[in-house]
């Protein structure tokens, strides 16, 4: 699995979002889902860039070509998967949980993984975009 992820972040970084589509497809060889490798090797990787940026050892537009890379290998997942899901995950009726991101975080793509993710374990969940507005008590 740990390679797997590596090869992963390692086509993340060089934007190569065909190898990406061909170690998915591998990985499903081993019965690796594409929305399991979403939650659990590209949202971990999204954050730790996102730390290496943080840190400085990453620059802003490595950050950005990696992120990019994020939304486009989570369309390719969405365009290609199979099973239950919803038309539009800000859309789905009758759900049983609402995924809201954390107040200040303009960021969508980890909340839009963990959305697709509970939609493929069989929750029916629905982002809430935007955010609601944050309340500020005066007490």
């Given at each position: 699995m740990g390679e797997i992820?590596?090869?992963?972040?390692?086509?993340?970084l060089r934007n190569d979002?065909?190898?990406?589509?061909?170690?998915?497809?591998?990985?499903?060889?081993?019965?690796?889902?594409?929305?399991?490798?979403?939650?659990?090797?590209?949202?971990?990787a999204l954050y730790q860039?996102?730390?290496?940026?943080?840190?400085?050892?990453?620059?802003?537009?490595?950050?950005?070509?990696?992120?990019?890379?994020?939304?486009?290998?989570?369309?390719?997942?969405?365009?290609?998967?199979?099973?239950?899901?919803?038309?539009?995950?800000?859309?789905?009726?009758?759900?049983?949980?609402?995924?809201?991101?954390?107040?200040?975080?303009?960021?969508?793509?980890?909340?839009?993984?963990?959305?697709?993710?509970?939609?493929?374990?069989?929750?029916?969940?629905?982002?809430?975009?935007?955010?609601?507005?944050?309340?500020?008590?005066?007490?």
């Open positions: 992820q590596h090869q992963l972040r390692d086509a993340g979002l065909r190898a990406a589509e061909r170690i998915i497809e591998g990985a499903a060889t081993l019965n690796v889902s594409p929305v399991d490798i979403l939650m659990g090797m590209i949202a971990p860039v996102g730390e290496d940026w943080k840190r400085g050892t990453r620059s802003i537009a490595e950050e950005h070509r990696f992120t990019s890379y994020c939304y486009d290998l989570f369309n390719w997942v969405v365009a290609n998967a199979r099973g239950n899901g919803p038309d539009s995950l800000t859309e789905a009726g009758d759900s049983e949980i609402l995924v809201v991101n954390a107040p200040g975080n303009a960021h969508t793509l980890a909340i839009r993984i963990l959305c697709l993710w509970m939609w493929n374990k069989g929750f029916r969940a629905r982002m809430v975009e935007p955010p609601p507005a944050s309340r500020s008590s005066t007490h």
